[in-house]
């Protein structure tokens, strides 16, 4: 059965050495899980989300993947920026354009 549903990740706060870590867990982890379609990260976090700017992240190499798992900063951008109320059909948006699971755990995402 084909894989249909993506992941989306954004990196926000200060570029510290866990922010590019933590990318690279998930990225290493989704290529290990094999579940999942695309792997997507936003530039500058929601005001990369808002413009469409989104790179594929699931085809790094290994060399890359060590580099990002070594490096400090914020690799795809970061951003402190807040999710104002009228965003939100743009970022409901982006997750079906993207085919971005309908549920998660956080509750902003839920559809209403």
């Given at each position: 059965?084909?894989?249909?549903?993506?992941?989306?990740?954004?990196?926000?706060?200060?570029?510290?050495?866990?922010?590019?870590?933590?990318?690279?867990?998930?990225?290493?982890?989704?290529?290990?899980?094999r579940?999942?379609?695309?792997?997507?990260?936003?530039?500058?976090?929601?005001?990369?989300?808002?413009?469409?700017?989104?790179?594929e992240?699931?085809?790094p190499?290994?060399?890359?993947?060590?580099?990002?798992?070594?490096?400090?900063?914020?690799?795809?951008?970061?951003?402190?920026?807040?999710?104002?109320?009228?965003?939100?059909?743009?970022?409901?948006?982006?997750?079906?354009?993207?085919?971005?699971?309908?549920?998660?755990?956080?509750?902003?995402?839920?559809?209403?």
């Amino acid at each position: 059965m084909p894989r249909t549903e993506n992941i989306l990740v954004m990196q926000s706060g200060g570029p510290k050495p866990v922010i590019n870590r933590s990318l690279w867990g998930v990225v290493d982890e989704a290529a290990k899980a094999r579940a999942f379609g695309r792997l997507y990260g936003a530039r500058h976090a929601l005001e990369g989300l808002l413009a469409g700017h989104l790179t594929e992240l699931d085809r790094p190499s290994k060399t890359e993947l060590g580099r990002l798992s070594r490096t400090p900063g914020a690799a795809l951008g970061s951003s402190r920026r807040k999710l104002r109320p009228e965003e939100t059909p743009a970022v409901f948006e982006a997750r079906s354009t993207t085919r971005l699971p309908q549920r998660s755990s956080l509750p902003y995402w839920r559809p209403r």
